[in-house]
């Protein structure tokens, strides 16, 4: 699989993994149905294009990815639309997140088998 397909779909899990988690945020306790029901699929679905690429990245590495971005999205998410506060501290902790990504796929031979 080219790399571009393959971050294509690690994307499509960041991407569903977040949703995911705003819709657990919606969901309150799982006592609304309609963000309960987003958020199994959203999970389901960013569990699959997850899967899909550990044929190619090294678990390891596809999970930094994965969660690492996902931190720093659901973090965005929550400070935008759920009106969450980021102090200094969190910001700091999220632009080292985001560098570590970075490292990884910039300077790691291990991010493809």
Known sequence: MNPVMLYSLLVLAIVFEVLGTSAMQAAQHFTRLVPTLAMVV??????????????????????????????????????????QTLDLAAVIGLALIIAGVMVLNLFSKSTFH
Not at 52 to 70: D, H, K, N, Q
């Open 42 to 83: 959203c999970y389901a679905v960013a569990f699959y294009f997850l899967s899909s690429t550990l044929r190619y990245i090294p678990v390891g590495i596809a999970y930094a990815i994965w969660s690492g971005l996902g931190i720093v999205l659901i973090s965005l998410v929550g400070f935008l639309v759920f009106g």
